[in-house]
């Protein structure tokens, strides 16, 4: 843990870093172009003010004859730009304040804007009794007052970004501590530690993740503790045959000839007793733990047949009627060896519990458009209290004269819960039980 919680927690350091810089920037640039707009809003009316003041003071001033005065522009218009012309009525330009390649012609009174080949132009244009009176101004001035104002602003921000960043990783740093301080905890616990680990002091950010892993210790050790338990039962029930078998050993080598083949065929049954329960051990730690195979679309209605064809010898022995009822079409999503297994195992405890000469019956339908498996016996049957504790690993009926080692409804079971079927056990045609896996 050591080696990757710090690059992880630096890698979310510097992506609040950048996530925060990046909206202070997009918000100085936003507050840049919303103060050159307003700046140059407020620019042209004060400029258009100044337009009109300036051809207003003009009206008086004398332009015509060789001794006509010349108005004299103030600092501040040559700063401004200002271009003043004056034409006569008839349209002849008469003076001009300051020359440019390009000025705009005699236009309308009042104020205009106007396209040369310098660019645009603001007017305005008074008339006098005599003349015709018109102030402009390139409007790139003003567009460039208002681009120096916004500028500053940008300026000023970009000397804060170093401070802004120092202060950021800071705060950042400050507030991934707990995150740290519980990284070192977990590192810091013994493996066998499953106990929750602590929520207080952490920021509510950091809760679902301590939650999900306290949920996912809670499993764990639930699951550790159904490993113990499934251990503890199988060592239990592994001793019991091999304790038998060795029994049947030890008489084997002093008994007379005459009973040896009887004792030869016992041993046989213990070794295949022994066997079938480690199978279904196998086959129920596979399901416990290894995780379900990527689901394909089974016809469920397959699968009964090479079931039958597994268990007919054994049903044979017992002189019992193996049959396949009701065989409607259904697919679903799911392990077909999955099913197939837990298929075989409820046909193997109904020909155990189905006395000899008795009738084992299986089928698949579509219920409501819900594919259904069941398999119906004619056995005794199992009590209604007793239905939810045949489901537990090694329970078995009191009492039960059949030979089992108590997992196969169980094996069936956990093949149901991974399938999301529901399993139900009642009384079926045949008098005995039924077992049915409803698919949803």
């Known amino acids: 843990m050591s080696t990757d919680a710090t690059p992880l927690l630096g890698s979310l350091r510097a992506r609040l870093l950048a996530g925060l810089l990046g909206g202070l920037l997009l918000a100085a640039l936003l507050v840049a172009a919303l103060l050159y707009r307003i700046t140059l809003r407020e620019a042209n009316e004060v400029f258009d003010q100044h337009l009109r ?9 004398m332009f015509a004859g060789p001794f ?27 003076y001009l304040s300051q020359p440019h390649s390009v000025l705009p012609g005699l236009t309308t ?45 940008l300026a000023v921000f970009a000397l804060l970004v170093p401070l802004l960043a120092a202060l950021i990783w800071g705060i950042v740093g400050r ?12 590192e810091a616990r013994p493996a066998e530690a499953l106990e929750p680990l602590p929520q207080t002091g952490l920021p509510s950010e950091a809760q679902p993740l301590v939650q999900a892993l306290n949920g996912q210790l809670r499993r764990l050790a639930g699951l550790l503790e159904s490993e113990r338990a499934f ?8 001793r019991t045959p091999l304790t038998a078998l060795r029994l049947q050993v030890q008489a084997l080598q002093g008994a007379p000839e005459a009973e040896r083949a009887a004792a030869g065929t016992a041993i046989l049954a213990g070794i295949d007793r022994a066997s079938r329960l480690i199978e279904q051990l196998l086959a129920l730690a596979r399901q416990e733990q290894l995780p379900a195979p990527e689901p394909r679309t089974i016809a469920l209605h397959e699968l009964p ?22 065989a409607q079409p259904c697919t679903l999503l799911g392990d077909a ?12 405890n109904a020909i155990r519990y189905t006395p000899v000469g008795g009738r084992v019956e299986l089928g698949v339908q579509c219920v409501d458009g819900q594919p259904e498996l069941w398999v119906s016996d004619s056995g005794p049957g199992i009590p209604e209290a007793e239905r939810e504790r045949v489901l537990r690993r090694f329970y078995r009926l009191p009492g039960s004269p059949a030979e089992g080692s108590g997992l ?33």
């Not at 006509?68 to 008839?90: G, K, M, Y």
């Not at 094996?411 to 039924?434: E, K, N, P, T, Y």
């Open 53 to 61: 003041d300036t051809a207003l003071s003009l009206r008086d001033q």
């Open 68 to 94: 006509a005065p010349q108005p004299e522009l103030s600092a501040q218009d040559r700063a401004a730009d200002l271009a003043v012309q004056v034409f006569s009525l008839d349209g002849v330009r008469v």
């Open 109 to 153: 009174l009042g104020y205009s804007d106007v396209e040369t080949r310098e660019g645009r132009w603001r007017v305005y244009g008074v008339r006098t009794p005599l003349h015709v009176i018109q102030v402009a101004q390139p409007t790139a001035v003003r567009e460039e007052r208002a681009a120096r104002l916004a500028l500053r602003v």
């Open 175 to 186: 507030g991934l501590r707990p995150l740290r301080a519980l990284a070192a905890q977990v």
């Open 231 to 238: 251990l503890a039962d199988a060592a239990h029930e592994l």
């Open 305 to 326: 047949p090479a079931a039958i064809a597994d268990l007919l010898p054994l049903a044979d022995a017992k002189q019992i009627e193996l049959g396949y009822g009701v």
């Open 337 to 348: 060896e999955a099913l197939s297994l837990a298929l075989r195992n409820l046909i193997d």
């Open 408 to 440: 196969g409804l169980a094996l069936v079971s956990r093949i149901a819960q991974r399938h999301g079927a529901q399993l139900c056990l009642d009384q079926g045609a045949l008098g005995g039980l039924r077992v049915r896996l409803r698919f949803r």
